[in-house]
Nanobody, 125 residues
Framework: QVQLAESGGGLVQTGGSLRLSCAAS????????MAWYSQAPGEQRELVAS???????NYQDSVKGRFTISRDNAKNTVYLQMNSLEPQDTAVYYC???????????????????WGKGTLVTVSS
């Protein structure tokens, strides 16, 4: 089993910054794509940013130029640096990862998708 643990959320004023972290632990052979999603009250969960194991990144248009996703493969950790925060960024932020477990003998384990429990980001005006 694999666990994703987010940290770094909190209350910040408009224009402020936060850095979210998400560490994966458990039975891990490799991690493919990692991503951050946000879910505002009453809204659907949506992709904020993603990063491949090779470092290729993708961003939601509303965060381009303000947010930066990065990862440390040695630590199985993904980060989201959030700058110039706006009240519209207020949401619970969830970490997501595609993880392959260790092989069982000669049989490769499948890639499974996991979610963290989320961390709340509140931006006050």
């Amino acid at each position: 089993q694999v666990q994703l643990a987010e940290s770094g959320g909190g209350l910040v004023q408009t224009g402020g910054s936060l850095r979210l972290s998400c560490a994966a632990s458990g039975r891990i052979f490799s991690i493919n794509d990692m991503a951050w999603y946000s879910q505002a009250p009453g809204e659907q969960r949506e992709l904020v940013a993603s990063i491949t194991d090779g470092g290729h990144t993708n961003y939601q248009d509303s965060v381009k130029g303000r947010f930066t996703i990065s990862r440390d493969n040695a630590k199985n950790t993904v980060y989201l640096q959030m700058n110039s925060l706006e009240p519209q960024d207020t949401a619970v932020y969830y970490c997501n990862a595609d993880v392959q477990g260790p092989s069982k003998g000669d049989v490769a384990s499948p890639v499974m998708n996991y979610w963290g429990k989320g961390t709340l980001v509140t931006v006050s005006s």
